[in-house]
């Protein structure tokens, strides 16, 4: 069955710094990889999308990558600010249903001021 | 503009009792799932459904009903609730085919005692 992997340590930054989180899945190529982030008591919001033929996406001070090789998405956060700590979840589709979305454990980030 | 919205926001029951959370989308869309979070686990796929009149289960199905007799309402039953049933839930939407990203409610923390 597919699997996906999230580091389940907090990453701890300096405010400035770039974060960057790690997805790593296995047993399967999905067709996409979607981030989400999620803040203390609320639901995951949607952050990014990246497509298998895509290498690299970006929007503002985020950026994704997606190595089909690797079996690995970077989540990268630059000039990092202490508004940016919260929860990040990778999802992919269900090998069995593309309606289905998988998510990782997710990994929580901290950004100090 | 109100997106997923989930009632109640939180919940305590005994051991045994009953009770249905409520999910509503107002986006029209045709595909809604359910998910608990644990910690440590990340978000599991409890149920979801495809359109009204079609569900199916999810990866961790047991002590959960669902039915989807509109687009709009897809609630949650716990039949007979078990303090293993204590957890976030977590209603989600999404437009179905292709990448689109899913909507979240605010979730709704269960405790059984």
């Known amino acids: 069955s597919q699997k996906i992997e999230q580091n389940s340590e907090a990453l701890n930054i300096q405010e400035g710094k770039t974060a960057t989180l790690t997805c790593n899945y296995t047993n399967y190529s999905p067709a996409y990889l979607q981030w989400y982030r999620q803040d203390p008591g609320r639901g995951p919001v949607f952050l990014l999308l990246i497509r298998e033929n895509e290498k690299e996406k970006r929007k503002e001070r985020l950026k994704v990558t997606f190595d089909t090789t690797l079996k690995q998405s970077l989540f990268h956060i630059t000039a990092s600010q202490p508004a940016d700590s919260a929860t990040y979840l990778c999802?992919?589709?269900?090998?069995?249903?593309?309606?289905?979305?998988?998510f990782g454990s997710g990994t929580r980030l901290l950004v100090r001021p | 503009n109100a997106g997923v919205t989930q009632t109640p926001k939180f919940q305590v029951l005994k051991t045994g009792q009953s009770m249905t959370l409520q999910c509503a989308q107002d986006?029209?869309?045709?595909?809604m799932s359910w998910y608990r979070q644990d910690p440590g686990m990340g978000l599991r796929l409890i149920h979801y459904s495809v359109g009204a009149g079609i569900t199916d289960q999810g990866e961790v199905p047991n002590g959960y009903n669902v039915s989807r007799s509109t687009t709009e309402d897809f609630p949650l039953r716990l039949l007979s609730a078990a303090p293993s049933q204590t957890s976030v839930y977590f209603c989600?939407?999404?437009?179905?085919?292709?990448?689109?990203?899913?909507?979240f409610g605010q979730g709704t923390r269960l405790t059984v005692v």
């Open positions: 999802a992919l589709p269900s090998m069995d249903s593309s309606y289905k979305l998988i």
């Open positions: 986006m029209n869309h045709e595909y």
């Open positions: 989600a939407s999404r437009q179905t085919g292709g990448d689109t990203e899913a909507f």
